[in-house]
Structure formats: structure tokens, C-alpha cells
């Protein structure tokens, strides 16, 4: 049942107290297949387990810490699947996990950033705070 908006400080509780999280994305991420939405990098970076539709982009960033469906059956078959087993799931939650922390993150984007502006140490600090954020939020 749909209960309404979920408030984004709750977002890691309630992904930790789902055996899947879907993504469904919106068209045009499926048609042009560039735009990752925000939630599959906060599903993978929290450690948990993201069945996606087929999103070009996401396959390319995430072929091997995700699972992705091609059609609404399938997605379906997917989730009943991986529900009754979880066991399967450790797998890929644990690459995504690593995969965001090692590369996705805001302090990668701002990173990015700052070095296209030539701004080398301001780059280097903000990389740095990555392991006191990760360890804030496990």
C-alpha cells in the first residue's frame, strides 16, 4: 500500500527492510538510456539489492553489482525470485555497495568538478572526506 512520500533520511531504513528495491525508471532514461537516476546509486550505496529496468546507462556503469529486467514479466519473475531467495542477493549488493564508494558518490561529482576547473587540491580535500561520510553512515 502506498503510504506516501518517504522523507530521503528514512530512504537507507527502508531499503535496509526491503529483500528487493525496484527501480523503475521514467521513459526517456529508457529511450536515450543516459539518465541513472538518483536512486539506484542510494539503493547500491546503502548496500542493498536493485532489480532496474534496462536503462543503457546503468548497465554500463553497474553490469555486475545489479540485476536488470526487460519487460514487466520479467520484472515480476525477478522479484518472486530473488524474495524467496535472498541468499542470492549478497553478491551483488556487495559489489554495488563498493562500486558507489569507490566511484559515485557526491564527493566524486564535486571532485570531477573541481578538477575540470583546475583545482587540484580543492579536489584532493573533498576526496578525502569520503571514508569519515561512509563510516557516518554505516
Known sequence: YYC???QPEYNKHVYHN???CPNVS??????LG???IERIFAVLGSGNFCISDY???AI???PDEMVFASDVNE?????QHYVKNTHETKIFTDRGKEAVWKEHTYFHRLAN???QLDLPAEAESVLRKIPSARAELE
Do not use: P, Q, Y
Open 4 to 6: 506516501g512520500v518517504i
Open 18 to 20: 526491503a529483500k528487493v
Open 26 to 31: 521514467e521513459d526517456h532514461s529508457r529511450l
Open 34 to 36: 543516459h539518465d541513472v
Open 55 to 57: 536503462v543503457k546507462g
Open 60 to 62: 554500463e556503469l553497474f
Open 75 to 79: 520484472f515480476h519473475n525477478l522479484i
Open 113 to 115: 568538478l573541481f578538477t
